[in-house]
């Protein structure tokens, strides 16, 4: 068997994680129902989790295992993958930093 080399995972985990983050933008303007949603997320990250151990088999197996250890923490934490979480704390640090100083005036 013929495993997938570090460069094919770490698309596949760029590209898991810009659909996380377009499904999560499309909730917010409305486009699905917060019931269907919850589970297409923890789908998405279950993959992610996938390829994170399929990365054990390759060369940059110490790279793998954080990364297994990151996502695996993402998953019981907020179900994102670490990728996606650097689009989702800074959004949430900059909404709340608006609504904190829209509440001043």
Do not use: D, H, Q
Request: net charge positive.
């Amino acid at each position: 068997m013929r495993y997938p080399t570090s460069n094919v995972l770490i698309a596949v985990v760029v590209l898991l994680s810009l659909l996380l983050v377009l499904l999560m933008e499309a909730v917010g303007l409305g486009a699905f129902s917060p019931l269907w949603i919850r589970p297409i997320i923890r789908v998405i990250c279950a993959a992610n989790l996938l390829v994170a151990l399929a990365g054990l088999g390759t060369s940059r197996t110490t790279a793998w295992i954080n990364y297994l250890l990151l996502s695996i923490t993402a998953y019981v934490m907020a179900s994102a993958t670490p990728i996606a979480a650097l689009w989702i704390i800074p959004k949430n640090m900059f909404f709340a930093v608006t609504y904190a100083f829209s509440n001043l005036w």
